[in-house]
């Protein structure tokens, strides 16, 4: 399939090569006959699969000769409202189709300014078009196609209230797009409300070395964690143990306590020069060394081989920087094992990393080292981790480890 059996508009076509996309991806060659056809659509996608321009092409090229706000997107950040507005500028180019972006944590004025000159393609996300909304800056009544991006992490945020107002604000008769990644059930209960008998699609998920490498999370406090992984390393056997943690400090502190621990460990970070990294490296390689602490910074470009287990001691703040940590074993087709240690206020990190990865990561409470329920509430999902202790008994840590992927799977499923 080529673009051009799915789009006509040659403005459209011409961009789109510009943009050095030959095929289409999969959501987009399902999706856009169905938005053409004037379909309402429940797309279940990750971003990277090429999402933007399933629903923005035939957005654009239904209204390409309209004057008129006619598309709205909702998105729930700023950065991915800007990054959806860029997207939609690089396939309007050729058009004369005005692109705008309506986001929080900008001044006003402009806006206005903007908004009155008239935009034919608003991305916006909910709280900033709804204070436009109440102050009669915007006219929603010529929308006719409205798509609500990543509605799962819209809901997360609490946005329903601004959804449900800006819906008010809309002409009954329009089309409807919803995009989430992951489908609770506020999504699904707002996607049966507002979407008339819409069509699926689902974004094939890409194996991916994320699928290849075994994860689990601890739910550990923050004070805890060393002893954590202190205990991990004595009472298993891993064999070469990359550690990530957020600062230089943190891992110097880290290295020195696990070497204090009688383990063999090196630290990589930004303060070390290229000879002492060199060096490091050369040691964990030459499996003189059991543990090898690093920042992000400090890893970046090295290739790193032989890497049994990576443990996030600190939890990337970048979900893209999880899935390029435990990237890092699994190499060359190889399986590998990623810990990662959650303490309470790394809760909404985490929950981003599980929308990119589409998937939760099961948790592991442990005796001694495990919250109270409340944090476990706050955790999502709070029964497995209650279910894992529970169902364990007194586990120690060894039992957890020496359990194999299946009989751990099995056990978060008891009860
Ligand atoms: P999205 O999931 O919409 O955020 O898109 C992810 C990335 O894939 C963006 O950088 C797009 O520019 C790119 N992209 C989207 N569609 C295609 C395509 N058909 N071929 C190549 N790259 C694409």
């Given amino acids: 399939m080529t673009f051009s059996d799915l789009i006509t508009e040659p403005r459209l076509l011409t961009a789109i090569t510009e943009l050095g996309w030959h095929i289409p991806t999969p959501i987009q ?15 279940i996608a990750q971003t990277g699969t090429g999402k933007t321009g399933a629903f ?14 006619r598309t709205l997107v909702l998105c729930p950040t ?3 409202a800007q990054q959806v507005a860029a997207d939609a500028r690089a396939m309007a180019r050729h058009t004369e189709l005005w692109v705008g972006e309506i986001v929080g ?3 006003m004025r402009p806006q206005i300014r903007d908004l009155k000159a008239g935009f034919d393609v608003i991305v916006a996300t909910p709280g900033r078009l709804n204070d436009h909304i109440e102050r009669g800056n915007v006219d929603l009544s010529q929308v006719e196609v409205l798509v609500l991006d990543e509605a799962d992490r819209m809901l997360d945020m609490g946005f329903r209230p601004q959804i449900e107002a800006v819906l008010k604000r809309l002409p009954a008769k329009r089309q409807s797009l919803l995009f ?6 506020g999504v699904h209960a707002l996607a049966l409300r507002i979407l008339k008998d819409p069509v699926w699609v689902e974004a094939a998920k890409q194996s991916t070395v994320a699928d290849r490498v075994e994860q689990t999370l601890y739910s550990v406090r923050k004070e805890k964690k060393a002893d954590l992984l202190v205990e991990l390393l004595q009472q298993t056997h891993w064999e070469q143990v990359l550690v ?18 009688g383990i063999k460990t090196e630290v990589m970070h930004g303060d070390k020069d290229m000879t002492q990294r060199r060096r490091a490296l050369d040691a964990f390689t030459e499996k003189q060394i059991q543990v090898l602490v690093a920042t992000d910074v400090a890893q970046r470009g090295l290739d790193i081989e032989g890497i049994s287990h990576v443990v996030n ?8 920087d999880y899935v390029h940590r435990i990237g890092r074993t699994a190499r060359a087709g190889a399986s590998g094992t990623a810990v990662t240690f959650m303490s309470a206020h790394e809760i909404t990190q985490v929950r981003d990393i599980e929308r990119q990865l589409g998937s939760e990561l099961p948790r592991i409470s442990l005796p001694g080292y495990d919250y109270d329920s409340n944090f476990l509430e706050a955790s999502r999902p709070a029964q497995t981790a209650a279910k894992v202790s529970r169902s364990g008994g007194r586990m120690g840590t060894r039992s957890v480890e020496q359990l194999s992927p299946e009989q751990l799977r099995e056990l978060l499923k008891v009860g």
């Fill in 29 to 43: 060659g399902k999706a856009i006959p169905a938005v053409k056809e004037g379909r309402d659509l429940l797309g």
């Fill in 56 to 69: 923005m092409l035939p957005a654009l090229e239904r209204q390409i000769d309209k004057e008129g706000l």
């Fill in 78 to 80: 700023r950065e991915l």
């Fill in 105 to 107: 944590g900008m001044p």
């Fill in 180 to 185: 989430s990644a992951t489908m609770p059930n």
């Fill in 244 to 261: 990530f943690t957020a600062r230089k400090v943190g891992a110097d502190a880290l290295s020195n306590r696990l070497k204090a621990a």
């Fill in 313 to 320: 001691y600190d939890v990337p703040q970048q979900a893209e």
